[in-house]
């Protein structure tokens, strides 16, 4: 009998290599990045309601944040932040993402599932996903 043609490695092999390549994201949460524009003296933030909503933290909150880490004035207006100045989007990202670590990201596991709860006067970060409860050091509530 002839070499059988269909060799399941040769098979294999060939399967592999026409295969696309997929680049799996192991993080399901990612720290946004803001979307915006100087407009004369003011910086606009386009999508600071959806940085929130993915935060699922309240705009009131991540507002005093940035108002106190940018030492800016600011304003909601819709969907947008505006600040009264200038300001890079290098600078704002490494805020927002100081406010991911200090307020979202739980200090046990690095999940975003938290929540933030005021006990008396403590205001604690409590982690749905490993139960962690740690006190927040920062005030924003």
Known sequence: MPENIFDY??????ARELLPNVHLKAERFEI????????????IIANFID???IFRREPAQVL???QRELATPAAIDGARLILGRKLTSMLINSKI???AKDFVLCTECNRPD???KKEGNVL?????????KHPVKAKIA
């Open 9 to 14: 490695r040769g098979l294999l092999q060939r």
């Open 32 to 43: 946004p990045k803001v979307k915006g524009h100087v407009e004369g003296n003011k910086t």
């Open 51 to 53: 940085i929130c909503s």
């Open 64 to 66: 005093k944040y940035l």
């Open 97 to 99: 993402e100081q406010f």
């Open 114 to 116: 938290t929540q933030l």
């Open 124 to 132: 604690f970060m409590h982690c749905a996903a490993c139960g962690a």
